[in-house]
């Protein structure tokens, strides 16, 4: 089912939580929500689903405008972060419900249910209480309700956010792999970059109730048109410096109150031309540590993160998120060289907040 | 570390409970002084022929006469009446009143804009809050007998003929009187019990397919089990025991005991008997059965709730 957004906005009382989205979701697309807390996802995905009444703009699914349709009528299963199973209900009579609702016969019942409960590989549970499952199964369960009814639209909200982290790759990557193989569009709100960026086919970034940016992971995190998703999108968060660019030399230099460095690339030229004062954003794996560099700090603290050590190194006032290798064997107080990689750099208007080199 | 944690052990059952128990003493010592001593009391008192008509010069002049006082309160044809009459006034004011109204009030006010909802629930406390004389007072001139009344008034100007609401429909009042203050306490704990209900839950329902009243069917009634069975055996006991606006609306009558319930015949033998005859003891053998069929209704309704299967044992197990 194609999902189509227009002018959507939701107002409680003087309070903007939504204002002004659009976008559109192909059939079977995985669309995330990605932003921080209180910045409207959920607002959104409950008028997706009907709870809400829009303020104004419409929803379309398929030809049709559902603004006023209750959720009932629009088939959809939705997942919630609590997992908001029924507590008095057995895991069958969770699953169940929705078939309930439809006057499903209970011989047709017995069998939807027992299929999606193998799917979810939750079919040893169906006598138990909710209460008596753990975080995981319970979240499974959840996904097998809002399957059962086979929906035209899967809607998630943070439904990974109460597990553990392990559990969490795992569910991750089930998630995925069933929503591809079933095919069903959906929309998966979530205030972790990571899960979006490895889940979504594309990914819509929220901010104060307003869409910054709705674009695929690989152009979200290489072409960041706005210093917030800049920020938003990538672990370690991106180094931003303000700097100015001169030419000396025949030569680009960015210069700022901690160090002055040569920078030469078309990303730079480009940058140049829109005008001297930037703020310049590099990100962690573009800084390669070597000695013989225009740029030197020192290194302030190190995080082991296990494959990799994150360094905070200070050049002056300035810090920076760096990446080493454990062999490197960096510690606090090394002083150390900084190469950058001037094509990978990224470019702000600092007034704007605005990409310079992507539109 | 291991000799300190065994030397507190040992120690440990003493000290506890004799602090646990410092705590527990002013209020144990309240209850054994208001309630079990003049419980016992009542017991006592329902044994003998306390009454002002067999009063000499002091209390210790009561003879003791045991079971006397039941025999004769079962074989009263009177006390008949009024066991009816209770049975009938607690059923009723119950189902349509304090459980199945409150029920009704709190669901309907859940569903509605939140400003409205929490208006109409403070409109239904205004008459706990009214001083009951005044309340019982403004019954009284409502539904007062031909030419009298203010709805016999109405009803006048209106064009239809009067009714004679105090002498044929008294039950119909005492009903209303009750019901009515008796709403808002169930309102109360069943709008709480009902936002309680996580919002998340409420939606999921929702997105499942259910309308409105499905939702309330399948999901919100039975999350609300536990209230539910608090509010019933707490207001039925309530009801059992409490007289006050009847004794102050109708005294019992009017007739012979129309309206007269078992609580209010308790006072009125022992407290209240015509030209000053109180009956103490014979009075107290009606608390004393009133007591006895509390306790059996408590106990009934936790049976029939089955209230251990609401306390359910996790089993967790790793995925
Ligand atoms: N029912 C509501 N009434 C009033 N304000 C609300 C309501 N729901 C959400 N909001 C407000 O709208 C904003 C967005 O909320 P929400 O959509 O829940 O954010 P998110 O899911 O991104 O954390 C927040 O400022 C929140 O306080
Ligand atoms: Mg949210």
């Known amino acids: 089912m194609q999902v189509d957004i227009q002018n959507l906005t939701k107002k409680f009382g003087d309070v903007t939580a939504v204002a002004d989205v659009s976008l559109d979701i192909r059939d079977g697309e995985f669309v995330a929500f990605l932003g921080p807390s209180g910045c409207g996802k959920t607002t959104t995905l409950l008028m997706l689903a009907g ?28 997942v919630f972060q609590s997992y908001a199973l029924y507590p008095h209900m057995t895991v069958f009579g969770n699953i169940a419900y929705p078939l309930k609702l439809k006057n499903v016969s209970r011989a047709d019942q017995q069998e939807r249910v027992k299929r999606v409960a193998d799917v979810m590989g939750i079919g040893e549970l169906l006598d138990r209480k909710p209460a008596q499952l753990s975080g995981g199964q319970q ?22 956010s109460n597990l553990d982290a392990r559990l969490r790759l795992t569910m991750r990557a089930e998630i995925k792999a069933l929503q591809k193989r079933l095919g069903i569009t959906s929309v998966y709100v979530t205030h972790d970059q990571v899960e979006a960026l490895t889940m979504a086919d594309r990914i819509a970034v929220m901010n104060k109730g307003r869409l910054e940016a709705y674009a695929t992971p ?3 995190y290489d072409h960041p048109r706005t210093t917030f998703i800049a920020n938003f999108v990538g672990n370690p968060p991106i180094n931003m410096v303000d700097v100015e660019l001169a030419q000396e030399n025949g030569q680009v230099v960015a210069r700022c109150a901690a160090f002055t460095v040569p920078l030469d690339s078309e990303r730079v030229r480009k940058a140049v031309a829109h005008g001297r004062k930037l703020t310049m954003g590099i990100r962690a794996e573009d800084i390669t540590l070597g000695d013989d560099a225009a740029l030197t700090g020192e290194v302030y603290a190190v995080e082991p993160l296990g494959r990799e050590d994150m360094l905070d ?6 810090s920076f998120f760096a990446l080493a290798t454990p062999q490197q064997r960096m510690r606090a107080g090394d002083r150390i060289g900084l190469h950058i990689d001037a094509e990978r750099l990224q470019f702000f208007d600092p007034a704007t907040g605005k990409s310079v080199l992507w539109e | 570390m291991n000799m300190n944690t065994s030397a507190r052990a040992r120690t440990a059952p003493t000290r506890p409970n004799l602090t646990a128990y410092a705590f527990l003493a002013p209020v144990a010592i309240l209850v054994v002084l208001f309630f079990i001593i003049p419980a016992l009391l009542v017991i006592y008192i329902s044994m003998t022929d306390l009454a002002t008509a067999n009063f000499t010069s002091d209390v210790g002049q009561m003879t003791f006469i045991g079971l006397k006082n039941y025999e004769t309160l079962f074989s009263d044809p009177y006390a008949r009446k009024i066991f009816f009459n209770t049975v009938f006034y607690v059923l009723v004011t119950l189902s349509l009143f304090n459980v199945g109204g409150a029920l009704v009030v709190a669901l309907l006010t859940a569903h509605i804009n939140r400003r409205a909802g929490f208006f109409f629930r403070a409109l239904w406390l205004l008459p706990r809050l009214m001083t009951s004389t005044v309340y019982i007072l403004m019954w009284e001139r409502m539904v007062a007998d031909p030419p009298y009344g203010i709805l016999n008034q109405l009803f006048g100007v209106a064009g239809y003929g009067t009714v004679a609401f105090n002498t044929n429909h008294i039950w119909t009042f005492v009903i209303l009187v009750n019901g009515i203050i008796g709403i808002s306490f169930g309102m109360i704990i069943f709008t709480s019990a009902i936002e309680s209900i996580s919002k998340d839950i409420m939606n999921a329902s929702l997105v499942d397919g259910s309308t409105a009243m499905q939702r309330i069917r399948y999901v919100i009634l039975p999350l609300m089990r536990w209230p539910l069975l608090f509010v019933l055996s707490y207001q039925t006991l309530s009801l059992l025991t409490s007289y006050e606006e009847i004794l102050l609306f109708t005294n019992g009558g009017p007739g012979v005991y129309q309206t007269e319930v078992w609580a209010l015949t308790a006072f009125h033998r022992a407290l209240s008997n015509y030209f000053g005859n109180a009956q103490w003891g014979y009075g107290s053998a009606f608390a004393v059965v009133l007591v006895i069929v509390g306790i059996v209704l408590a106990i009934l309704y936790l049976r029939i709730f089955r209230f251990r299967e609401l306390v359910s044992e996790p089993k967790i197990e790793n995925l």
């Open chain 1, 51 to 78: 709870i809400y009444k829009p303020t104004d703009g419409t929803i379309t699914f398929g030809e049709r405008i559902v603004n006023l349709v209750p959720p009932r009528e629009r088939n959809i299963g939705m």
């Open chain 1, 139 to 160: 979240q499974r369960v959840a996904l097998g309700r809002a399957l059962v009814k086979e929906p035209d639209i899967l809607l998630f909200d943070e439904p990974l």
């Open chain 1, 218 to 220: 690989e152009d979200l």
């Open chain 1, 313 to 318: 190194v200070r050049i002056g006032a300035e």
